[in-house]
């Protein structure tokens, strides 16, 4: 099954906001970072999300004419594949992305990004419910609301409608056996 990553709102609109903390940015990094590196290893496209919302002026940070709506600093660069703009939680709600997957062949979503209670977890689910594979990386980070800090503690498991189960947390696992489950963990498979 052809896999891709979906980053959502890695962007430096955050750092523009009052609640945004750089607490938890090294470690969103480093491991956003090495997530990014695995699938550019081994061929997985990744697509990237960005959140625009609010009043088109460049005082809005979430405004394309701000300038802000762009990747974090810190990431490693890449080409994606495609990039949309959502403006609701979900990055499959009127963005196109569903479509273009379909068009890809694209069976299984990895979802990483920022913002853990609000657009991971909804897009997570809303792609199980679409009838994806997903496998929900809980090594993205809630850079400022400690209510995303304490569900990013905990293992994400979804059974979607269709039977199909978003669950971590995920590790990179480029020499273990496909299909290896530990109990307390998700290896990814990143194979093709």
Same mark, same amino acid.
């Given at each position: 099954?052809?896999?891709?990553?979906?980053?959502?709102?890695?962007?430096?609109?955050?750092?523009?906001?009052?609640?945004?903390?750089?607490?938890?940015?090294?470690?969103?990094?480093?491991?956003?970072?090495?997530?990014?590196?695995?699938?550019?290893?081994?061929?997985?496209?990744?697509?990237?999300?960005?959140?625009?919302?609010?009043?088109?002026?460049?005082?809005?940070?979430?405004?394309?004419?701000?300038?802000?709506?762009?990747?974090?600093?810190?990431?490693?660069?890449?080409?994606?594949?495609?990039?949309?703009?959502?403006?609701?939680?979900?990055? /499959?709600?009127?963005?196109?992305?569903?479509?273009?997957?379909?068009?890809?062949?694209?069976?299984?979503?990895?979802?990483?990004?920022?913002?853990?209670?609000?657009?991971?977890?909804?897009?997570?689910?809303?792609?199980?419910?679409?009838?994806?594979?997903?496998?929900?990386?809980?090594?993205?980070?809630?850079?400022?609301?400690?209510?995303?800090?304490?569900?990013?503690?905990?293992?994400?498991?979804?059974?979607?409608?269709?039977?199909?189960?978003?669950?971590?947390?995920?590790?990179?696992? /480029?020499?273990?056996?496909?299909?290896?489950?530990?109990?307390?963990?998700?290896?990814?498979?990143?194979?093709?």
């Amino acid at each position: 099954m052809k896999s891709c990553l979906v980053l959502i709102d890695a962007q430096e609109s955050f750092r523009q906001r009052p609640y945004f903390t750089a607490q938890d940015l090294p470690a969103y990094v480093a491991a956003q970072n090495a997530l990014i590196e695995a699938c550019r290893k081994h061929g997985v496209p990744i697509v990237r999300v960005f959140h625009v919302d609010g009043p088109k002026t460049a005082e809005n940070p979430f405004a394309l004419e701000s300038g802000h709506v762009k990747p974090l600093k810190e990431l490693t660069a890449f080409e994606p594949a495609a990039t949309f703009y959502k403006s609701r939680h979900s990055a /499959l709600v009127g963005t196109g992305l569903d479509v273009w997957l379909t068009q890809n062949g694209i069976g299984r979503l990895i979802v990483s990004g920022i913002r853990t209670e609000q657009c991971c977890e909804t897009t997570t689910r809303h792609a199980s419910d679409l009838g994806f594979q997903v496998d929900y990386d809980r090594g993205h980070a809630d850079l400022g609301h400690e209510a995303g800090r304490r569900l990013g503690a905990h293992r994400r498991r979804h059974q979607g409608a269709h039977g199909n189960r978003a669950e971590g947390p995920l590790r990179e696992n /480029l020499h273990g056996a496909a299909g290896h489950r530990p109990a307390r963990d998700r290896r990814l498979n990143l194979a093709p």
